[in-house]
C-alpha cells in the first residue's frame, strides 16, 4: 500500500467507527447487532485511541460499568431496546439494572488496558483511568477460575458458545450434540432478517444457544450452580490463552501502578494456568485443540483458536514454529489468510460464520502472538492478507478466504478498528 491509500484507509476506518458511535459505547454494526458486545467494545478501543484516547477508555468503562457483583462482565449490554436483535433483554431475564446477557466473552480487556496506557499521550490521566479498572478486571479474572474451573484444573470452561465469540466453530459440534432441544420456547431469529442465512449458523445450533439460555435461566442465572448443571462445558485453547495473555497484562499493569497485590495473584493464576495448558496439545493435528470437560477427551478439530495460544506464548518453541507452519499451510490452501478452521477439513466451510471465514480481529491477534514468538515473517504475512482484504472488500464483519468476498454485517466497527491499529 502506499502512503496515501493508508491514510486513506485510516480515514474509512475512523468514519466506520464514528458511524456507529453512540456515545458512550460503540455498536458493532447497524441492524445486526445494535447493543454493546464485551470484545467488540475492548478490541474498538484499540482503533479509537488513534484519534480520541479520552473516547477510548470510556469504551471500556463504560462496560465494566455493567459488571456484576460476582466479578462476571456480561457479554451484551442491552443499553437501549430494540426489537431487531434476538435475543433481547426479555429473554435473558437477568434482573440487572441495566438489562444485560448472562454469559461472559472472551477477556480481551486487560490485553487493551495495558496497550492504551503503554502508548497514550496524556500517560497520567491514563494511568488514573487505568488504575481505577485494575480491580474491577481482577475480579474477572478471579471470577473466571473460581466459577469456570471449579475443580482447580488451571483450565477454565465456556457454557454456552457464545461466549467463546465463535459463535458455530465445528469446535463445539460435538459438545453441541449433548445439549437437549425439547422444551425450547418457540422463537423467531432477527440474524437471518439481516444478512444471508446461509452465511449464519444452523437452525439447529440456535435451537442449542437457546436451551442452554433457558437451562441458565432457571437457575436464576447462580454462576455458583452454572458450571456444573451445563451439559456443554468446552476448554477452548483460543479462550485460555486469551484468559492468560490478559492475566500476563493486568499483573504488568498493575506493577506499573503500583497495585502489588493484583499483580501477584495474577501471576499465581498464569504460573498454574501455564502448567495445565501443555494437556490441550494434539500431536495429531500439530496444534491445540478444546477439551470437551464433559466427555473428558480431545475435540477433532483443527480451527483457528488453536493457534491463538500464541498470543500467550504459550507451548514449547517447536510447538509454536508448528502453529506457525499452520497459518502457512491453511494461506497455502486458501487465497487469504487465516481461515477460521482448517481448509483440508471437510467440515469447513468458506462462508458459514465460524467454520471457516477470515475474522480480522482474530488476525490481529495472531500477529501479535506471532511477533510475540519470534515468528515475524508469518506475522507479515498475515498483516498483508488482512490489508489486501479490506482493499477488496471493505470493513465487513468477516470474508470468505477463498475469495476474499466480504461477508456479514457491513461497515463493521472492529474490523475498522484493527485497521487502524494495523496501519498506525
Ligand atoms: C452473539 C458482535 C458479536 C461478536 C461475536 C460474533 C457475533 C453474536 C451473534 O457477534 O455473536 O454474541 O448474535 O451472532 O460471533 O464474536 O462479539 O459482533
Redesign the pocket.
Known amino acids: 500500500m502506499t502512503r496515501i491509500d493508508r491514510s486513506a484507509a485510516f480515514e474509512r476506518a475512523r468514519s466506520v467507527m464514528l458511524e456507529n458511535d453512540r456515545g458512550s459505547y460503540t455498536i458493532?454494526t447497524k441492524g445486526l447487532?445494535p447493543f454493546q458486545?464485551n470484545?467488540?467494545s475492548c478490541l474498538t478501543a484499540l482503533g479509537q485511541r488513534h484519534f480520541d484516547e479520552d473516547r477510548a477508555f470510556t469504551e471500556i468503562e463504560t462496560l465494566l460499568a455493567h459488571q456484576w457483583p460476582d466479578g462476571m462482565v456480561p457479554?451484551i449490554v442491552f443499553h437501549v431496546d430494540d426489537e431487531g436483535y434476538f435475543p433481547g433483554p426479555g429473554v435473558w431475564r437477568t434482573g440487572r439494572p441495566t438489562p444485560t446477557s448472562g454469559i461472559t466473552?472472551p477477556p480481551v480487556l486487560a490485553f487493551v488496558l495495558r496497550r492504551l496506557v503503554e502508548t497514550c499521550r496524556e500517560t497520567a490521566k491514563a494511568e488514573d483511568r487505568a488504575r481505577a479498572m485494575l480491580p474491577k478486571a481482577n475480579a474477572w479474572h478471579e471470577w473466571f477460575y473460581a466459577m469456570r474451573d471449579p475443580k482447580g484444573e488451571g483450565l477454565v470452561a465456556i457454557l454456552h458458545p457464545?461466549e467463546s465469540?465463535?459463535?458455530n466453530s465445528i469446535d463445539w459440534d460435538e459438545a453441541l450434540a449433548g445439549v437437549p432441544t425439547e422444551g425450547v420456547e418457540p422463537y423467531v431469529r432477527r440474524?437471518t432478517t439481516h444478512v444471508d442465512a446461509s452465511h449464519r449458523p444452523h437452525r439447529s445450533d440456535y435451537d442449542r444457544y437457546m436451551w442452554l439460555v433457558q437451562r441458565f435461566r432457571s437457575l436464576g442465572w447462580d454462576n455458583a450452580q452454572l458450571h456444573d448443571a451445563s451439559p456443554f462445558q468446552v476448554v477452548d485453547p483460543g479462550f485460555n490463552a486469551i484468559l492468560i495473555r490478559a492475566d500476563e497484562d493486568l499483573a504488568s499493569l498493575a506493577r506499573r501502578l503500583g497495585a502489588s497485590e493484583i499483580a501477584e495473584v495474577a501471576e499465581a493464576r498464569v504460573a498454574k494456568a501455564r502448567k495445565a495448558f501443555a494437556r490441550l496439545w494434539s500431536e495429531k493435528h500439530g496444534q491445540f485443540v478444546c477439551l470437551n470437560r464433559v466427555a473428558g477427551k480431545l475435540v477433532d478439530s483443527a480451527s483457528v483458536g488453536g493457534l491463538l495460544p500464541l498470543l500467550a506464548g504459550l507451548g514449547t518453541a517447536q510447538q509454536q514454529g508448528l502453529l506457525a507452519k499452520r497459518i502457512r499451510e491453511w494461506r497455502a490452501r486458501s487465497r487469504f489468510g487465516v481461515a477460521s478452521h482448517d481448509p483440508a477439513d471437510p467440515r469447513f466451510e468458506p462462508k458459514r460464520y465460524?467454520r471457516g471465514p477470515v475474522w480480522i480481529i482474530v488476525n490481529y491477534l495472531l500477529i501479535d502472538g506471532l511477533r510475540r514468538c519470534g515468528l515475524d515473517d508469518v506475522a507479515g504475512e498475515v498483516v498483508a492478507d488482512s490489508m489486501a482484504l479490506i482493499e477488496e472488500s471493505g470493513f465487513a464483519e468477516y470474508y470468505d478466504p477463498t475469495t476474499g468476498e466480504g461477508l456479514g454485517g457491513g461497515n463493521f466497527t472492529w474490523t475498522a478498528a484493527i485497521i487502524a491499529e494495523l496501519l498506525t
Open positions: 458493532p447487532y458486545w470484545w467488540d457479554h466473552q457464545w465469540g465463535r459463535d440474524d465460524w
